[in-house]
């Protein structure tokens, strides 16, 4: 029991993160320049090959591990707690979870 709950709590975090990365963030525009490097992350975060490649490095046990000491600190705790009040981030991970990509990590962790 206690195992999966950890699974949970692991996936939980690798999915806050990936949605972090899939999903634009609201910032104000300063000035043209980054205006155009937001727009260019922007565009470059929203395409397969990226998130596809987000999923692929969620799977090395370095990255876990690093997802799981990074997620320890009060700070990251509080910001995804705040983070995930969004209705856009529920929304978000609802579509995250519901990818093939994704489906295949779920099935991985939880195999036993």
């Known amino acids: 029991m206690a195992k999966n709950v950890f699974k949970l709590i692991c996936l ?3 999915l806050s993160l990936l949605l972090v990365a899939c999903v634009p963030q609201r910032r104000p525009v300063q ?3 980054n205006y155009y490097n ?20 969620m799977k090395t046990p370095e990255m876990r591990q690093a997802m799981v000491e990074m997620m320890k600190t009060p700070e990251m705790r509080q910001a995804m707690v705040e ?3 969004t209705p856009e981030m529920r ?17 991985e962790i939880f195999k036993e």
């Open 12 to 14: 939980f975090i690798i």
């Open 31 to 33: 000035d043209e320049t």
């Open 38 to 57: 937001d727009n260019m992350m922007d565009n470059m975060t929203r395409t397969h090959e990226f998130r596809n490649g987000m999923v692929e490095m």
């Open 83 to 85: 983070m995930m009040k």
């Open 91 to 107: 929304q978000a991970m609802v579509e995250v979870m519901k990818t093939p990509e994704m489906q295949s990590v779920l099935e």
